[in-house]
Each structure stands twice: as C-alpha cells, then as structure tokens.
C-alpha cells in the first residue's frame, strides 16, 4: 500500500488583488508523487521551488487549486488537518514556553482528552528513543537547538502518525550539531519505520537521509528516484548540478568526428574528450551540447598518459582530499583527487576523463540526451 | 603592504577574556588564517588589528611601527566583515568608491571608476554596480563586501568569515574562485574562518585559536598530519578524526595496543617504526589516545582476518563518499566508504585499522607524542613552505 | 473566479467601512460646515442654510489669528529644533553605548510622558513666575520638550540599534572621522525614523493645550489656548470659533496627509532590513 500519493497536484496563489501579474504564477505544477509506506522522501530544491507548499498542502495548512492527495487509501483532499492523522515537526514550529518538555510532548493527546496513564506510558516509552528522558522537566528556553528538535519530533511521532511531515529540521543547527543530529533522524525514522516527508534545499541532507528524492525547481517534479539514481542517472543539467558537492563540471561542446570517433571539443581549449560509443547514434559532426562530468571522475594521468596537458588554475589542499581547477574556455573544471602530491599554481598535468561518466544535455532545454536503444 | 605583529595581546570585555597572549607575526603578502570554533576570540584579533578594539596589553605593529594608538581610519586597513556591513543607503558604486573618497585615501573620480572597474570585473560583478545593497543576493553582497577592500592597497585585508552566511555549494565555489584571486592579491591577508576546508584550502599558514589562546601555528599540512593536540586533530578533518583509549604493553619484538571494543579487548600490533617505539620507550607509555583518520579505516561485511567484529550505527552520505559509523561501546569508529552500498543499520560490520597511519596522543593532557612516517610529513609540511 | 459567496461578503465589508468613515468623519465635516453658517443659524441641523464667509473674515483679518499661528508655529518648531539636536545624541548614546544604569535613564526619559500634564504644570507655574520663563517663548519650548524630547529619544533609538556597529566600523576602515560617518552614513539612515518622530511631535507640541494655557497670557499666544478667545465672555461665537479650530487644526492635517505612509512605516520599521 503507498503511504502517500500526490495526483496532479496544483497550487496557484490568488494574485489578483496584487497589481503586478506574475507569469506563471503556479507555485507547484502537475506534482505527481507516490511514496510507499514506510518509506523516507526528501522534497528537494532551491528555495522558492515549492517544495515548502507541497507540504502545508499535504499536512492541510494550504488549500489545494487542483488534484488529489491520498494518505494511505484515504482521500483527505477536504480533511480538516486534525483529522488527517500526520505529525508536523516544523522548523518554526514552536514550543509553548509555559510548559516543560514533558506538557510539550503531552499536549495534544491532552487537548484529545486521553486518559493520564495513556499518556504517561506513551511519553515515557518515546522519551528514551528520542533521547530527551533527562530533559522532560526542563523548560524549552534552557533546551540546545539539538535538543528542541528532538522534543519537536517527540510530539510530532507520539500521536503515531500515519504521516511525519518534516520542515528544514536541521536548518537553525550549526555544522556539528547538524550532523549528530542527522544521524540521529535516520536511525530513529528507521526505528518507527513511518512514512516520512522530508523538506529541505540542502542537497547533502537529501542525499544523507532520504530513501527517495523528489528534486523539484519552479513548482516542477524534475526527477524523482533513489539517491544513486539521481546522483548517477540525472534527468536533466538542473538535477546534474544540484546534486554533488562540489557540483557536476558542465561545459557547452561541440562534437567532431576524427577519423570514425566522436570527441568532445570545447571552445578556447584544446582538451578533447572521447564520445563514449553508446551516444554516436545521437551524435554527428559539429552536434552542439552541454557535457556533464562529475569531479571524482577526472583524473590526472601519469607520465605516459595520452590525456590533454592542462595548467592547474586552483590547486586547493583540503587535507582529505585535494581539489584542483582548471581552465576550460572560461569555465572552471574541478578535479578531485586523494594523491598526496601537492601541486601548485601553474603546475601542468595530464588530464583524463572517465569518458563512460560523462553525460550529456541539450543545450536550450538542458534536458539529458539518452542513446537510442 | 607590511608584515603585521602582535605581541602578547590581552583583551577582555566585563570579565569575558577574549584574547589571552596572542603573539602572532604574519610576514609581507603571506595569507594567514585565524582558524578556531565560534567564540574563540578570532573576530577580536581581526579587530585589534584594525584598530576598533583596543588592546589592554600586548603591542601591534604593522613593519616596524607601533600601532596601539593609531584609530582605524588612519591604520591603512581594508576590512571584509562578516555581515558585509555594506552601507544600505548606497548604490554598490558608491559603496565601493566610500574609502577612496574619504580624506586620507582620496583619489581622483576617475582613477576610482577605474579601480573599481578592475574589481568589479575580478569579483564578476560588472552587472551590480548600479544597484543598492537591498537588491543583492548573499553571494552578491559578499563579492561587494570583498570588492569594496578590493580597491583599495591597505597595509592589509582583513576578512572575518567572509564566506560564512553563503550555502555550502556556493562557499566552496566561492572559496575556489578566492584562491584563483589570492595569487593575483599580492598583498598581506589575514583571514579567520571556522571552515577548517577555507583553512586548509587558502592559507599559507593557518593559526588555531581557542579560547582567546593559539594553540597551533603551521602550514595546513603541518596541523593536519601533526597536529599538536586532540583538539586540533578533531578540528581538521571531515568526517571527524576517530580517537579513542589504548593500552600499550610490550612483545617480544615490539608493542602492542590493546582497546576495547563493545566490552572486549581487541589487541592490535603496532607496526614497526623507529621514531615511534623510541617514544613509547623514552615515556615508559603504559596509556595513550590514538587517532585515526576515517580513510584509514577499513570495513568488510564478511568476517575476515585481522578484522574485528562491530555493529554499524550509521551510514550515510557526505557528498561525493559517505561515511559508516561502527558503535563500539564508549566511542563510535567513522570510516569512509562508497556511496550508495545498501548497508542496514544495526547490522554487523567487520573492522580493520591500519595502524601504521595512526597519531599517538598523551592520555593524560591530550597533547601530540608521535605519529607513523613522522619524517616524511615533516618532508612534506617543508616543501609546502618553500614554494 | 469569485464565487457568490466572495462577492456578497466583499460588498458587506465595503458598506460597514462606508457606514465608519461617515460615523468618524461626521463631527469635522459638521464643524467645517459651521464655519459657512451664521450665529443665527449655527444650532440648524439641516443641511440647508446660507453660506456665509463673514466668520472666515472675522477671524483671519479683523483679529490676531495670525499671530496666534506664528505663536503657535514658533513654540512647535523650536521644541522639536531643540528636541533633535538634544535627543539624536542622546539617542545614539542610548543605542551604542553601554554605561551603568543606561535602561533606568531610557525608562527615565520615557518616564515623563506617564505624568498628566494637570499634575505637573501647577508646580511648573510656581516656578517659572520666580524664574521669569512665565510666558515666553523659551519656557513654552522647554516645557514641550517633555512632549516631543521622550517620542524623538525612543524612536531614534530604535534606528540606531538597527544600523549594525559594523557599518561604523566599515566607514573608520575606510578613513572616515567619527562625525564625518554620523553625518555621512547614520542621519541618511536614520532619517525615516526622524522624520516621521519629529512631525509626530510638531503635532504633539502644536496640539498641546494645557501647557500653554497655564504657563503663558499676553506675550506668548498659542493657537490652542487662542480658540477660547471666541467663545467670548458674553456670548459664544460658534461660528468664529469654528472656524480658528479649523484652521488651526490644518497643519496638523496636512503633515499627516502627506507623510502617512512615512509615518506608519518609519515608526514601526526599522531602517536596515532585509
């Protein structure tokens, strides 16, 4: 059974009472999505790309312009939702400073009047899973950012949910706290195994968390797939450089064809590149295009090496691993290598290509170019 | 352009003391970055430089000058701060041109427009110029903020976490593009950051600095592979550096470690090393931390030997690799490990250390003994300084 | 797409506003239209009568209106001279310094709105007539500053809190002095805030009637106290006094006009955002 299913989901915001029209003024377009049970989505994209409003429109904050949302096998299109049975834990959804942690966690079954031990036997069960059982008598004010995330995800699952609903959880935590953090997320959703809705821009987080992926930008479903999936097969440029750090090296080309073999040209450069095979049934003589090719897959060649010599541009020593640039036209191609040679500014090396990773896009639409099977 | 010295600096705000004895001497066109956590007192260093704090004690001298008593206007300093501080009711032109109009450093209209015209074609921001700080990005204001020192020959740039308010994708792209522009700077540059990859990445030397102290000063290299204590250890490094308890005992022909992992002692044979085992000797070591960095760490999913057996606690990704935490009782092992393996959590994991890359550290005050292949580190820190 | 519903309910707002604005408007339409009627038919609650412009000439050209004005004029516009370059300073002082007791003296300054002016004024009178400020110019813009001087001192301090130390720092790298950036960089920043405080309290200051009334007669003529003149000792010249409030309240109006939406905004915004 699917935990969650978006149909055709539309969300237009009422502009006529502004005098500026907006031109496309759908802030989430055609969504379609469906999440099995148990299952760990993360929403990702830029901000401002909807993802925000897909969620308040699952959890019933937001009305809905056209489509259907199904949780479980329910339509809850109309629900009001108390009644859709979903735990939020917000980023800005905050605790009532009067109570300690114990009434924070409590206050809703409170509100739903379950009885007193009902409530005592569940918060004590949840309190040592979520690792707040030395916290429940303190106050939200004297809690770390760590610790009321945590309290916040309390009270989002003790109403066993059918649905938990995430928004930028981790946003307000700095670097360390984060990580600890997000470890923690993962093990515990693993833990109570519900389906999951996961807000966040921070590709890292996704990547790090998410069982699924739903990259989205302007309101659009650009690709929706595992973390392998999205980071390996892209659909388009704009999930190629969103996802990866440092992003995927995206260079406009122009193919030749030497002697029976394709090679990737570039402009101001003399790097070629070979055309893997699998592409010459979409390829031909001066083909213009985008080539993708992610940083761990550009190699610096040894001394007998038949790669393209290069002047490093940025050689940056980042004591794990050591990142180097170099000019390509006047775009910046990045190298990431974990040799030990320290190079310097200027230095020449050899540059290959694992030319079975490099992807390519259209150069208007910037949509994937697959071979032809 | 100057070489700049501090000297025993004290400052305190109430009864916080922010800088406790900072003696640091940063030589002509060097890039040096004031690296440490939040609060450290880097900020408060950068200050004193430029003369908005005044130290109680100590003495800074740009060259051979004494410059405790010189305001900020006339110390000849082009600052970065952290949230830009670009003057709102400016177009960015305008804002750029502020210092060179001012008395002390005036120039003429027209060799403003030109300097600026330089700065704004190195920090690719021809297209801002007209606009006011409110229209800009993050990433835009802070290309104004670096511009606007741009313009300027100061005696020396200071920048405070100039990169810290920008996402992760766009500072490291923006710390790329920083050091393709560092060579072309030409000028003295201290830079704190609490970014240890900004550290390692731009700094010809970089100071670590906690608690208003300097803990250590060294090349990148230098702090990454010695650092001097755990503190710096854990630091440098992402993920994290694993450290954790040994006890050393003596065999026949060398030493072993002995740690517990999960409530069981797993006894693990120190490699052979001259320097190392001297140091062992010299101290009588009974007990000490080691450290280990997470690549050194290897994992199987079978049994296999010379592994020791765990259960894993995470695995998730960091990027372009992803890191398996293994739980082993009192501590957690971090290694490193592909993406995308399909590694349930809670399941066993079979672990090997390679103890010829481990760091050495004092059990009792946590300071650096000994590391393996400590020569040609030391090799290597020494090449870096040369270039 | 609006549906039934929406409209009706749109309609319903829009008449229930119409049917507020004639409840709130309706005393000062009534009272300019007083000023077109004659003594005789001042009490006529129809809307039908002659129009008439002698009270118009009574006032502005047979009496010492436009002394009055220039009284008034002068008395507002020193108290806020005085209450800027007093409380600009005072205010950054507030905002950027830290000394011991520095809320106390902020709640302090505060603190003189709180009292009704009844209260003190009496005390005030004793003193000025040994001191000799009874009825002049100078005492009248001392007394307004605690009118304007805790409005200006507030809201300023706000603006200031709201400039982030490090532009001041940014402009002292830059190589300006302390009172080239006050000038050049703070005032431009703080001038929303200045602006709409200064002529809130011009307003004050101008409106104000029980100072005046008590602690100045002959020399020093406020507006405020100058309406009462035409209620007369024997009869009330309705019409008269009418028309010295009307005009007497235009400035007022006028700034309030023109600079409502500075006003609203500068006094609840801050002026470095976003």
């Avoid at chain 3, 209106?65 to 409380?87: E, P």
């Avoid at chain 3, 002529?199 to 602690?215: C, D, E, G, H, R």
Wanted: glycine residues 6%.
């Amino acid at each position: 059974m699917a935990g969650l299913t978006l149909n055709h989901l539309y969300k237009r915001y009422d502009n006529s009472g502004k005098k500026k029209k907006i031109k496309n003024d759908f802030a989430v377009k055609d969504l379609n999505l469906v999440c099995e049970q148990g299952e760990f989505v993360a929403l990702l994209g830029p901000s401002g790309c909807g993802k925000t409003t897909t969620l308040r429109m699952i959890a019933g904050l937001e009305e809905i312009t056209d489509g259907e949302i199904f949780i479980g096998d329910r339509l809850v299109n109309k629900l009001h939702p108390k009644d859709r049975n979903i735990g939020l834990a917000f980023e800005d959804y905050a605790m009532y400073p009067p109570l300690n942690v114990y009434g924070n966690v409590a206050f809703n079954m409170r509100a739903k009047g379950v009885p007193k031990e009902e409530i005592d036997r569940k918060v004590r069960e949840i309190a040592p899973l979520m690792q707040i059982d030395d916290l429940l008598d303190k106050m939200p004010v004297k809690l770390s950012g760590g610790q009321k995330q945590r309290v916040n995800i309390a009270r989002a699952i003790i109403r066993e949910p059918e649905l938990l609903l995430m928004d930028e959880p981790l946003s307000h935590l700095d670097g360390k706290a984060r990580q600890a953090m997000r470890t923690e997320i993962k093990r515990l959703i693993n833990k109570i195994k519900c389906t999951t809705v996961y807000v966040t821009h921070d590709q890292l987080e996704a990547m790090s968390l998410a069982d699924k992926i739903a990259i989205i930008n302007f309101g659009v479903l650009q690709q929706f797939g595992t973390p392998t999936e999205v980071y390996d097969d892209p659909a388009n440029e704009f999930v190629a450089s969103f996802i990866g750090e440092p992003p995927m090296n995206i260079l406009e080309t122009t193919i030749i064809n030497k002697d029976g073999t394709f090679f990737f040209t570039f402009e101001d450069s003399n790097l070629q590149i070979a055309v893997p095979k699998r592409y010459y049934s979409v390829v031909s003589d001066g083909f213009r295009c985008k080539m993708g090719v992610r940083p761990m897959d550009v190699l610096i060649g040894g001394p007998d090496s038949q790669g393209t010599s290069e002047e490093i541009a940025t050689f940056e020593n980042l004591g794990d691993e050591r990142r180097i640039g170099v000019r390509v036209g006047d775009v910046l191609m990045m190298l990431i290598t974990e040799d030990e040679k320290r190079y310097k500014r200027g230095d020449v090396i050899k540059l290959e290509v694992r030319e079975e990773k490099t992807h390519l896009f259209d150069i208007e639409t910037g949509d994937r170019i697959r071979e032809k099977n | 352009m100057a070489r700049i010295q501090l000297e025993n600096v004290k400052k305190a705000f109430g009864k916080v003391q922010a800088l406790d004895g900072i003696t640091i001497d940063v030589k002509d066109k060097e890039f040096f970055v004031l690296f440490g956590p939040a609060g450290a007192g880097k900020t408060t260093i950068l200050n004193c430089i430029a003369g908005i704090a005044m130290p109680e004690e100590g003495v800074v001298k740009f060259g051979d000058e004494v410059m405790n008593l010189t305001d900020p206007a006339h110390r000849n300093v082009a600052m970065v701060f952290e949230n830009y501080a670009l003057y709102p009711q400016m177009t960015v032109y305008d804002n750029m041109a502020s210092a060179l109009r001012s008395k002390l450093y005036k120039a003429s209209e027209e060799e403003i427009a030109e300097r600026i015209k330089w700065a704004a074609k190195t920090m690719k921001m021809e297209n801002l110029l007209e606009r006011l700080p409110s229209q800009l990005s993050n990433g835009q204001k802070q290309r104004v903020a670096m511009g606007r020192a741009l313009v300027r020959t100061p005696n020396v740039f200071l920048m405070d976490e100039p990169l810290a308010h920008l996402d992760a994708k766009l500072r490291n792209s923006m710390r790329t593009e920083l050091k393709e522009m560092q060579a072309n700077l030409g000028s003295t540059c201290i830079y704190v950051t609490h970014d240890f990859m900004e550290a390692m990445a731009l700094g010809d030397r970089i100071a670590i600095i906690n608690k208003g102290k300097i803990v250590q000063i060294g090349t990148g290299d230098e702090i990454y592979y010695m650092p001097c204590n755990e503190f710096t250890a854990q630091l440098m490094g992402e993920p994290q550096i694993n450290i954790f308890e040994a006890t050393v005992a003596a065999t026949n022909d060398g030493f072993d470690a002995k740690i517990n992992v999960c409530g069981e002692e797993i006894t693990l044979a120190l490699p052979k090393d001259d320097n190392v085992y001297s140091k062992i000797k010299e101290q009588g070591m009974v007990r000490c931390d080691i450290g280990i960095r997470p690549q050194n760490v290897k994992y199987s999913f079978e049994p296999k030997e010379g592994y020791f057996k765990s259960t894993v606690y995470s695995y998730e990704s960091i990027g372009n690799k992803s890191v398996i935490v293994a739980e082993c009782g009192d501590y957690q092992l971090r290694m490193i490990a592909p993406n995308g393996l399909n590694v349930e959590i809670d399941s066993d994991v079979y672990i090997k250390l390679e103890m010829d890359h481990i760091i050495l550290f004092d059990f009792e005050s946590k300071e650096y003994i000994v590391r393996y292949d400590e020569a040609s580190f030391i090799a290597l820190a020494a090449s870096k300084e040369e270039e | 797409m609006k549906t039934g519903k929406q409209r009706a309910l749109y309609v319903l707002q829009n008449f229930l506003l119409i049917v507020y604005a004639i409840f709130a408007l309706f005393p000062l339409i009534w009272m300019v239209l007083i000023t077109f009627k004659s003594d005789t038919e001042v009490f006529t609650t129809t809307f039908l009568f002659h129009p008439t412009l002698a009270n118009y000439q009574e006032v502005l050209l047979r009496s010492n209106y436009a002394r009055y004005i220039l009284d008034s004029v002068i008395v507002s516009g020193g108290a806020v001279l005085v209450s800027v370059i007093v409380g600009v300073p005072a205010a950054y002082a507030l905002a950027r310094y830290n000394f011991p007791r520095k809320e106390e003296l902020a709640f302090q300054i505060l603190s003189y709105k709180f009292a009704p002016e009844i209260l003190v004024v009496l005390p005030l009178f004793m003193i000025y007539q040994k001191i000799g400020l009874y009825d002049s110019y100078v005492g009248l813009i001392w007394v307004y500053q605690l009118i304007s001087l805790p409005l200006l001192i507030w809201v300023v301090r706000g603006y200031f809190e709201d400039i982030s130390v490090e532009i001041e720092y940014a402009a002292q790298v830059d190589g300006y002095s302390w009172y080239q950036i006050f000038f050049k960089m703070l005032v431009p920043l703080i001038k929303p805030g200045l602006v709409s405080s200064a002529l809130l309290a011009f307003i004050f200051a101008w409106n104000s009637f029980t100072f005046p009334l008590i602690l100045s007669s002959n020399k020093v003529y406020p507006v405020t106290v100058a309406i009462m003149k035409y209620l007369g000792t024997d009869s009330a010249h309705y019409g008269q006094l009418a028309v010295a409030s009307t005009v007497s309240a235009l400035p007022a109006v006028i700034f309030a006009l023109c600079i409502q939406k500075h006003l609203v905004r500068g006094l609840s915004f801050g002026a470095v955002k976003g």
